[in-house]
């Protein structure tokens, strides 16, 4: 009996108003017309409970969320999606196109707050095991740009609240994982027109598309 193909797992991140929701929905297009099986998700989320740990995470609030805390609760939300979502559909043959990943808490807990890398590779290590992105699509740009992109999009959440220095981290800290990680990791300028986005975009899809049919 052949054993069924495991599905690929890509991971798309990002700052704040760099087009990720956009551009996921262009992805999921491409496939489709491709005739590939997919399965789209986000972090935090994915799941009944680990939404409502999102909602916990991203609600503004008058209490100051400790930045253990914060960690904990991605990660909690992370094992839950992995265990009901992720592994499931991999596992079946189905690729995963995830809205963040762990990637996000290094750039967001570790570059954004300041928390020790070991801190997460640990929790990292004991949540997900041997699993990890095929591909990472990095959407950057500009904070400036980001920031008044999303300010545009209506109320903001909790983490979108952050000042301009918190966002600053968090981009250098996606730029260096991408350098750190070029095997995996695509980077696209967001700052473009989104035509221009998309363009680039499709070329780095080809290549995945063939690495999925291959």
């Not at 592994?87 to 807990?109: H, K, M, N, W």
């Not at 008044?148 to 981290?169: I, P, S, T």
């Not at 695509?186 to 700052?191: G, N, P, T």
């Amino acid at each position: 009996m052949t054993k069924k193909k495991r599905g690929l797992f890509i991971t798309v991140e990002g700052g704040e108003g760099v087009g990720k929701s956009t551009n996921i929905s262009y992805i999921a297009s491409m496939f489709e017309r491709e005739g590939i099986a997919y399965r789209l998700t986000r972090e935090p989320g994915g799941t009944p409970l680990a939404e409502d740990i999102r909602a916990l995470l991203l609600s503004p609030r008058d209490e100051s969320v400790a930045e253990n805390t914060e960690l904990l609760l991605m990660f909690a939300s992370r094992a839950q999606h992995i265990a009901e979502v992720i592994e499931p559909a991999l596992s079946s043959g189905i690729t995963v196109i995830c809205d963040r990943f762990t990637d996000c808490s290094y750039a967001y807990q570790g570059g954004g707050r300041g928390i020790a890398r070991q801190k997460i590779a640990d929790l990292e290590q004991w949540v997900q095991g041997s699993l990890r992105p095929d591909y990472t699509l990095l959407f950057d740009a500009p904070v400036a740009v980001g920031m008044a992109r999303a300010d545009k999009r209506g109320e903001l959440d909790r983490m979108e609240r952050e000042q301009q220095a918190f966002f600053e981290r968090v981009r250098g800290s996606y730029l260096a994982m991408a350098k750190d990680n070029d095997h995996r990791y695509r980077v696209l300028d967001a700052s473009k027109p989104l035509a221009q986005v998309q363009v680039e975009l499709s070329q780095v899809l080809r290549e995945i598309i063939a690495a999925v049919t291959a």
